[in-house]
């Protein structure tokens, strides 16, 4: 169990224009799901915390109103780049976080995607 | 500040071979520290979890042990084989509160025949 899902796995899209990044728990409920940056050889950076049905909580430096988050589901949570420029190239995984108590803590990755921005 | 340091960057190793990854940790209160295998272009995959009150857990030939005094941990993999080539990522989380881990850099391991 604790699968996590996000698509697409890849995207290249041209500089300007928008990507939808979706990230799925296919077989648990997340009431909170987060979403990570990772640039080639480097560990991942949280950006933003998402909860259902309320706000995204975005880390410092991370622009909220280029990287938008929308938590509408216990099991969906998507993310979407607005106006990609070739900087925002990057590797983006989410996870989600199951339980609660102790077990709160425990999450659970998504396989990533892959963002080309020409 | 919580901060996780894990060493060494990079690790190469011959098949068959053991090696032994560190990582050191700052994250207080500790509630659990967290191994993770990260594939290239992949999402971390997590191989062991442990509390406070554990000294060592293992899955299959990965062996993790927690020294919660000294506040460090250590990745023990044995019989490497090429598919271990991975990235290996230390991550710890503080109790009470905030649920958002700290993450190590990761160590770069490269299992060649």
């Known amino acids: 169990g604790a699968v996590v899902s996000q698509h697409p796995s890849r995207v290249i899209c041209k500089s300007g224009t928008s990507v939808k990044i979706e990230c799925r728990s296919l077989?648990?409920?997340?009431?909170?799901m987060f979403w990570y940056r990772q640039f080639p050889k480097q560990s991942l950076m949280l950006m933003a915390t998402s909860n259902e049905g309320s706000k995204a909580t975005y880390e410092q430096g991370v622009e909220k109103d280029k990287f938008l988050i929308n938590h509408a589901s216990l099991t969906l949570s998507t993310l979407t780049v607005t106006s990609a420029h070739p900087e925002d190239s990057s590797f983006y995984i989410c996870s989600a976080a199951r339980g609660s108590g102790s077990s709160y803590n425990e999450q659970f990755f998504g396989p990533g995607t892959r963002l080309t921005v020409l | 500040k919580n901060q996780v340091e894990q060493s060494p960057q990079s690790l190469i190793i011959l098949e068959g071979k053991n090696c032994t990854l560190q990582c050191n940790y700052t994250v207080s209160p500790f509630s659990n520290l967290r191994w993770y295998k990260q594939d290239t272009g992949r999402g971390p995959v997590s191989l062991t979890i442990?509390?406070?009150?554990?000294n060592t857990k293992s899955n299959g030939r990965y062996t993790a042990t927690l020294d919660a005094d000294t506040k460090q941990s250590s990745l023990h993999i044995t019989a490497s084989q090429l598919s271990d080539s991975a990235s290996y990522i230390c991550v710890v989380s503080a109790s009470g509160g905030s649920y958002i881990p700290t993450f190590g850099r990761g160590t770069s391991l490269i299992v060649h025949p």
């Open positions: 442990m509390t406070f009150s554990e």
């Open positions: 077989d648990f409920q997340a009431t909170t």
